[in-house]
């Protein structure tokens, strides 16, 4: 099983500020790495997939970057709206597992 | 993008089973693939399973092999979870998400199960 470790945990930052969220691999998943988005009380939201492709409507301002076992989420100036908890998953093979999340807060 | 509506919360004794159902709507069904995912209180999101309708395929996280099992109905839509000898760690809300471009493309809104004596 492959094991997706985030970090940090909290990232503490102030609206407008760029926030850099990591993801590593405990193997190469090659590029099948999704970064999803949770505010409490709702279901994740896709952001990226396959690496480094935004999902359909997504602000211009997240962006995905890596490959193999080392994977990056920037949010290049962060709204209100932004402070929410982040997941890394993979699905290069099964079963398809999670990062434990950051929690990105003002 | 599909759309995806799932079952209402439920309460469940340990020892028994919750089905949880998701409908879809809005696109071609069989065009997806359907994962669930559980989120344990205030913890993160842990990887169930995922069925390909297409193909009738289904694949578990080993940690749910041989209590879970993932079904899907062409003819309405909607994609099952079953889970079984329930105990008290199942207690979470489950998702299931479509997927066609990435497997998360869409969520449902999530169901809550409390299992509790």
């Known amino acids: 099983e492959i094991v997706l470790t985030q970090s940090p945990a909290t990232l503490s930052l102030s609206p407008g500020e760029r926030a850099t969220l990591s993801c590593r691999a405990s193997q190469s998943v090659g590029s099948y790495l999704a970064w999803y988005q949770q505010k409490p009380g709702q279901a994740p939201r896709l952001l990226i997939y396959?690496?480094?492709n935004r999902a359909a409507g997504l602000p211009a301002r997240f962006s995905g970057s890596g490959s193999g076992t080392d994977f990056t989420l920037t949010i290049s100036s962060l709204e209100p709206e932004d402070f929410a908890v982040y997941y890394c998953q993979h699905r290069s093979n099964w079963p398809y597992t999670f990062g434990q999340g950051t929690r990105l807060e003002i | 993008q599909v759309q995806l509506v799932q079952s209402g919360a439920e309460v469940k004794k340990p020892g028994s089973s919750v089905k949880v159902s998701c409908k879809a709507s809005?696109?071609?069904?069989?065009?997806?693939?359907f994962t669930w995912v559980r989120q344990a209180p205030g913890q993160g999101l842990e990887w169930m399973g995922r069925i390909i309708p297409m193909l009738a395929v289904a694949n578990y996280a080993p940690k749910f092999r041989g209590r879970v099992t993932i079904t899907a109905d062409k003819s309405t839509s909607t994609a099952y979870m079953t889970l079984n000898s329930l105990s008290s760690e199942d207690t979470a809300v489950y998702y299931c998400?479509?997927?066609?471009?990435?497997?998360?493309?869409?969520w449902g809104q999530g169901t809550l199960v409390t299992v509790s004596s």
């Open positions: 396959d690496a480094s």
């Open positions: 809005g696109d071609t069904f069989s065009a997806y693939t």
């Open positions: 998400a479509g997927g066609r471009i990435s497997d998360g493309d869409s």
